[in-house]
């Protein structure tokens, strides 16, 4: 991976909605609903999955079944297209790749200009991540809400817990 990709949770600064906070290296961040990060995660996990299936199938087919290229190719094709297509749209780009030359899975991801390859496990992890972080905007928001109504809490004060539990998070 070529620059971190960070996401926490947050709220919406104008809607005070439940929100995670996507940060990509040097190209800035984008604010994203807890639904778009759960989708990304979902994909991230069934690419890992696919990547891995995929390298599988092309083994299988040139040493059990000795196919060439070109019926291995067209297998896999099919097999792809006949994958579901996910109705939540993710925040990222997300591919299952099989590297033909290494035999190896892999899962490229890309937003914008930007672009990275993990291997399944590390497209693993990043999907848990960010669960956790669209997880936490749900029960900050909540909580945040419930501190509001607090007589003896101001917003500050309210800012202040969060930028602690933030801190914690680090």
Known sequence: MTD??????????????????????????ALLTPEATLATAR?????AAAAETDVA??????????ADDTVVRGLLDAVRARRPMPAARPAL???????AKTG??????????LKAELDPDEARQ??????????????????????????????????AIFEQLQGVQR
């Not at 996401?7 to 990509?24: F, N």
């Not at 199938?57 to 000795?66: G, K, Y």
């Not at 780009?93 to 590297?99: K, L, P, S, W």
């Open 43 to 47: 994909d991230l996990t069934a690419a």
């Open 104 to 113: 190896k899975p892999l899962v490229h991801i890309g937003r914008g200009s």
């Open 126 to 159: 990043m999907a848990g991540h960010w669960t956790e972080a669209a997880v936490a905007a749900q029960i900050d928001a909540r909580l945040r809400y419930v501190l509001g109504e607090h007589p003896r809490l101001t917003p500050d004060d309210v800012n």
């Open 93 to 99: 780009r997300i591919h299952a790749v099989a590297g």
């Open 4 to 29: 971190a990709i960070w996401i926490r949770s947050t709220v919406h600064p104008e809607t005070r909605k439940a929100a995670c906070l996507l940060s990509w290296g040097s190209a800035g961040s």
């Open 57 to 66: 199938l092309i083994r299988s087919l040139r040493e059990d079944v000795h």
